[in-house]
């Protein structure tokens, strides 16, 4: 069964043919269920409650290695919670991007064996 297709910025897309979009199976439906954990927290959607991940408790926190750490484990977490990516390659790096903001940038291997690199930064 496919899922309806989310942009990026949480709409739903429409095709050419004037029809919502489904995502295809493999690199696409990966990258739309890993920005489903990165860009909401738990509790977004009722049926889910645990779905998402909870980025924003760095606000506040200083620009460290510890907080990038604590980041990238919360975004790990969230990714294994329900088992989507058993047995994948998962690796996440935080980067500072300034003062009072860091970039995690999350890699990870398809089911087809294809790269996927996605990037999220979050305000400090």
Do not use: C, W
Request: no cysteine; hydrophobic share 35%.
């Amino acid at each position: 069964m496919s899922d309806l297709f989310l942009t990026m910025s949480g709409d739903l897309l429409v095709n050419g043919n004037k029809d919502i979009a489904s995502v295809n199976l493999g690199s696409q439906n990966d990258v739309q269920q890993i920005y489903l954990r990165l860009m909401t927290e738990p509790g977004d959607f009722y049926l889910y409650p645990s779905l998402g991940t909870d980025l924003s408790i760095l606000y506040g926190m200083p620009q460290s290695q510890e907080t990038g750490n604590l980041g990238q484990r919360l975004i790990r977490e969230a990714l294994e919670r329900e088992n989507i990516f058993v047995g994948r390659n998962i690796e996440i790096t935080s980067v500072p991007t300034g003062p009072d903001s860091i970039r995690f940038d999350v890699h990870i291997t398809s089911d087809t064996n294809e790269p996927i690199v996605l990037s999220v930064t979050q305000n400090l």
